[in-house]
């Protein structure tokens, strides 16, 4: 048996990939990943997908552009350049705070979710000239496959293919 | 899975599977252009390019060529400039508000109403940008020490808080859209066969897989998008109006623009979404998936918007009076009885009373009817700036500068440009991109789907 063989059993529903999934979990058998046009609620804590911890992400760059803001206007328009406009009280910082509140505001939403964005694409590894991995094209139409690896599961493909057999999948091929 | 109530109107109409809603919806970018979208284009093309050319006449001549004088030195651009904002407020509120209340039937409509937001977002920052004058200082907006001098943009001031607003707006709404449409684009490339295509598609789908882990961060990145998006929507237009409010100019001196600004916006932008849409489910077979519920929907947030903008209007022009003082006093009766009183009452026509209509059920899932009422909200929401912005300046303290505006052909010229060059990118838009959210439509295909709900009530 080749090392790196893979199994692909494929499904053309979502619900019946979820309910098969669950009973090849039961089984014991690890799948590896799960290729869907779109995203199967459920499915994430049955193979054990953890929840994504992009939304820290998004708050600490929130962060980042709320003291960024705030301190280049204390900078700009406190200390390097004071300016009298209006009449309106400038000496101090907390002085000239209420002025300051929508810049900080959409600093700190440019900030969060371009950098959420970013960290997105490249944790997932979407970027301009990036290969799509998926293994068939039919799963971003209307097939949804899930990926097994043999060697995860100690067991020989034929052992995989027939418990996959018996799941609803319409397709089982071996690469 | 979730269940939906069976007393919901089901979304998608029709015996549809998931295959069927990839092919109805990427028809439009597989097959050929109908004749019609030609027709459409070239006269959209023809209207942007002679907006190119009279924007072009006015950066090499100067500002002198619109009607400006010295009483009235903000008309047409700015009122152009906070229409087109305000048109561009429908798609986000669409897209992030929505989708925190859990609003499915925004589905079918985000896609397209976030591509409105951008191109309309496009337009708006033309008009400040042509106003300038001299266009390539423009960078002299961003906070870079004046001149690479010493002296730094005032941050106290409005209208570089505008700067800031329509920027973030603009930049954060193109992500929010791009994202969601990754995995469609994805969608396209696995479906085309020819080269050219497939490369470019590709390319734009920049190698989505649909892998779980991609699904869940996905997701998550779509709500945090929408939390984020949601004060933004609502900022924008309040920072747009902060222009206004924070000046000593009777008419515009008022703590009620910010919500008053909000609401029109989400008006005029829930209008320019009902007019594109309603031609296109039309034009590109699109009627099991814009329903009339989905429009009738949406003339429910007109009622709204609409009444909020009706009270604003009345509120404002109580407190003219109750403030006791004269010139704020003065504005309003000069609004609605001075020389612009036309302007004035076509406002009060289109944005007050016609909306009221809407409260019945037989004229709101009229298509026609609602086609027609989405461009008068339209007209009348440009009015409502006009209103604002000409007639509080046209006659100002002195009697002896009391002046009209009279807009020039390069006045004109400019606005039908941003209207073509608008409409020639949403056509290329529609023709090219997946004009509805495959990935997310498909998630509820089986709660809100027509056969599924049939099934589920005869169990």
């Not at chain 2, 943009?153 to 449409?181: K, M, R």
Request: charged fraction near 15%; aromatic fraction near 16%.
């Amino acid at each position: 048996m080749a090392h790196n063989k893979v199994i692909y059993a494929m499904y053309d529903d979502d619900m019946v990939l979820l309910e098969g999934a669950k009973k090849l979990v039961a089984k014991g058998i690890y799948i590896r990943d799960v290729f869907s046009p779109f995203p199967i609620h459920g499915l994430d804590p049955v193979i054990g997908i953890k929840q994504t911890r992009l939304a820290i992400c998004a708050f600490i760059y929130g962060l980042v552009g709320l003291t960024l803001a705030l301190a280049g206007m204390y900078y700009f328009m406190i200390v390097d350049w004071p300016m009298n406009i209006g009449g309106k009280p400038n000496d101090f910082f907390y002085q000239n705070i209420p002025a300051f509140v929508p810049i900080s505001f959409e600093f700190t939403v440019l900030l969060a979710a371009h950098g959420m964005a970013l960290t997105y694409f490249i944790r997932n590894w979407t970027l301009p000239g990036v290969q799509a991995r998926n293994p068939y094209p039919e799963t971003t139409d209307d097939r949804f496959v899930m990926e097994i690896h043999p060697t995860d599961n100690g067991m020989t493909a034929e052992e995989l293919a027939k418990h996959l057999s018996e799941m609803g999948t319409i397709n089982i091929e071996e690469r | 899975m979730h269940q939906e109530s069976a007393i919901r109107k089901p979304l998608i109409l029709g015996e549809k599977t998931y295959g069927e809603i990839t092919d109805d919806v990427l028809a439009s970018v597989t097959g050929k252009a109908n004749k019609s979208w030609w027709i459409v284009f070239g006269i959209a093309s023809v209207m942007a390019l002679w907006g190119i050319g009279c924007i072009l006449y006015l950066l090499g001549t100067g500002i002198g060529t619109w009607g400006l004088n010295k009483t009235v030195g903000w008309a047409w651009d700015i009122t152009n400039f906070v229409w087109w904002v305000g048109i561009g407020h429908a798609g986000t509120l669409i897209s992030a508000v929505l989708l925190l209340f859990r609003q499915k039937w925004r589905m079918a409509i985000n896609r397209s109403a976030e591509a409105m937001t951008i191109f309309a977002v496009m337009m708006a920052a033309v008009w400040p940008g042509i106003h300038m004058g001299r266009i390539w200082l423009a960078y002299f907006v961003f906070p870079l020490p004046n001149q690479f001098g010493s002296l730094w943009v005032n941050f106290n001031s409005p209208l570089l808080w505008d700067v800031f607003a329509i920027s973030t707006y603009f930049s954060v709404s193109l992500v929010f859209w791009y994202i969601g449409l990754i995995p469609d684009f994805a969608t396209i490339r696995d479906r085309v066969t020819k080269t050219v295509p497939k490369q470019v598609y590709s390319l734009l789908a920049f190698g989505w897989t649909g892998n779980a882990k991609a699904w869940n961060r996905f997701e998550e990145i779509s709500l945090v998008l929408a939390g984020l998006a949601t004060p933004l929507v609502f900022s924008v237009h309040s920072i747009v109006s902060m222009d206004f409010a924070t000046s000593v100019i009777p008419g515009w001196h008022t703590t009620i623009f910010p919500p008053y600004f909000v609401s029109g916006a989400v008006f005029s932008g829930f209008a320019m979404v009902l007019t594109l849409l309603i031609i296109m489910r039309k034009v590109m077979n699109l009627e099991n998936y814009i329903t009339i519920k989905h429009i009738e929907y949406m003339n429910i947030v007109i009622i709204v918007t609409g009444s909020i903008v009706g009270v604003a209007y009345l509120t404002e022009l109580f407190i003219s009076w109750y403030s006791g003082v004269e010139y704020e006093a003065y504005a309003f009766i000069n609004r609605a009885t001075g020389p612009y009183w036309w302007s004035y009452w076509a406002m009060m026509t289109c944005n007050v009373v016609s909306p009221q209509v809407f409260w019945f059920k037989k004229l709101r899932t009229n298509i026609g009817f609602t086609f027609f009422m989405s461009i008068i909200v339209n007209i009348g929401m440009w009015f409502e700036r006009f209103v604002i912005i000409v007639t509080s300046l046209h006659r100002d303290y002195l009697p002896s500068s009391w002046t009209m505006f009279h807009p020039t052909f390069v006045d004109i010229g400019c606005f039908i440009g941003t209207i073509g060059i608008f409409f020639v990118l949403f056509l290329l838009f529609s023709r090219f991109f997946p004009v509805l959210p495959l990935n997310e439509l498909k998630t509820i295909l089986k709660s809100s789907g027509e056969q599924y709900k049939t099934k589920a009530e005869e169990h």
